[in-house]
């Protein structure tokens, strides 16, 4: 049974950062296209930053990019998400999710499974 639990999650006040856990299990990450999307209130689940080991380039959605990094440890089966200068706009609800190979990286509609939520919040 695939399973992906979510962690790392808190209050942290602008300018801050956070790491962001995601613990799976049922299949590794070398199977599975991964990644990290968020859902702030009112707002549609958008793409934060996703890997797969078939695109050797990782997404990043471009209101994260030189302040998030996204990384895995195989070993361990987990997958993480630093993020560093922290703003207000990115409180949201971040959930980690799975899909096969192929297609778009950051399509959420492609994403099978999903962890439950962890959530951030960021204080101005």
């Known amino acids: 049974e695939v399973q992906l639990q979510a962690s790392g999650g808190g209050l942290v006040q602008t300018g801050g950062c956070l790491r962001l856990?995601?613990?799976?299990?049922?299949?590794?990450?070398?199977?599975?296209?991964i990644g990290w999307f968020r859902q702030a209130p009112g707002k549609e689940r958008e793409g934060v930053s996703c890997?797969?080991?078939?695109?050797?380039?990782?997404y990043y959605a471009d209101s994260v990019k030189g302040r998030f990094t996204i990384s895995s440890d195989n070993a361990k089966n987990t997958l993480y998400l630093q993020m560093n200068s922290l703003k207000p706009e990115d409180t949201a609800v971040y959930y980690c999710?799975?899909?096969?190979?192929?297609?778009?990286?950051?399509?959420?509609?492609?994403?099978?499974?999903w962890g439950q939520g962890t959530l951030v919040t960021v204080a101005s």
């Open positions: 999710a799975a899909k096969y190979h192929g297609g778009y990286l950051a399509q959420i509609s492609e994403y099978d499974y």
């Open positions: 856990s995601c613990a799976v299990s049922g299949f590794t990450l070398d199977d599975f296209a």
């Open positions: 890997i797969s080991s078939s695109d050797p380039s990782p």
